[in-house]
């Protein structure tokens, strides 16, 4: 039943919008599979060269940087295997190590990485007082659980680097479209600013302003499809051009719909120039 219920964990991570709202409930989905005392989720910094917490359940105690080789968590990363240990008070390795107080007792220290990327350590602990010692089923299932974790994040940051790539691309084609006029050079950059920084302040969730941040750098794309006479003239335009102008918007919705990528904002781009009221 325990093994089934493990199952469910791929299907719990893919449900999270992203990868800070999976991080920020590690330690409290694991709970429910593994119950632990104490509890830390480590992020690797590679450019240090060290742990850092990023998320944990450990009472009063705040959980510090760790170095590599350094504490359990750290001898985990040098050694890029697990760690279990009944009772850390018996166990000679552990009496004297100073890093990472919390961990009492029991433990179990599990790397989380893919064949590419390290990406940090879990570490749990049980109060022999308190609980019962972690067992080598509990290990077992760390590991597993570690494992559905890493393969996820592991996707998400591929899909990230991609979409930033894209993000990339056409922003700089945004910015070589506006660059032509000098009285719209810069807008979609300013109008992203505005949006992202009140969206910031609504408190809006994290996938809400990547959404708003997307869609306002990208809301004029479809001037790419207007004529350069009509974008750059500096004199009123005329009912046709007017009219040619405002299919901006709908060229736009068509190159967002048809990326993938950013389908999901194709409607903030299509219908940016709406009354707040739909009126028209």
């Known amino acids: 039943s325990e093994l089934l219920e493990l199952s469910e964990y791929p299907t719990l991570l893919h449900a999270y919008s992203s990868l800070m709202e999976i991080k920020r409930n ?16 480590y992020r690797f910094d590679d450019y240090h060269d060290q742990l850092i917490p990023e998320a944990w359940i450990c009472g009063e105690f705040r959980p ?32 004297d190590i ?32 308190k609980s019962d010692a972690f067992g080598v089923e509990h290990r077992y299932m760390l590991e597993i659980l570690a ?27 945004t910015r070589a479209l506006e660059a032509k006029d000098s009285y719209t050079k810069g807008h ?11 969206a910031q302040m609504l408190n809006l969730s ?26 750059t003239k500096d004199s009123s335009l005329t009912d046709s051009e007017y009219g040619e102008i405002k299919k901006h918007t709908e060229i736009g919705y068509d190159i967002i719909n048809d990326s993938g990528m950013f389908s999901e904002i194709k409607d903030l781009v299509r219908y940016h120039h709406e009354k707040i009221d739909g009126s028209g």
């Open 26 to 41: 590690i330690l409290i989905d694991i709970a429910t599979k593994i119950p632990f005392d104490a509890g830390v989720y």
């Open 64 to 95: 510090e940087k760790v170095l590599r080789g350094k504490g359990i968590s750290g001898l985990t990363l040098e050694r890029k295997r697990s760690l279990f240990v009944p009772d850390r008070k018996t166990h000679p390795s552990f009496i």
């Open 98 to 129: 100073k890093e990472e107080a919390f961990i009492q007792g029991s433990f179990i220290s599990v790397p989380v990485f893919t064949d590419k990327n390290f990406m940090g350590v879990i570490t749990l602990s049980r109060d022999n007082e």
């Open 147 to 173: 494992a559905f974790l890493s393969s996820e994040m592991s996707s998400r940051l591929l899909y990230n680097e991609l979409e930033d790539s894209y993000f990339s691309t056409v922003s700089s084609l």
């Open 188 to 198: 979609s950059e300013r109008v992203m600013d505005f949006a992202v920084g009140t």
């Open 206 to 231: 994290f996938e809400s302003v990547r959404k708003i941040k997307y869609a306002a750098i990208l809301h004029d794309i479809g001037k790419i499809g207007v004529s350069d006479d009509i974008i």
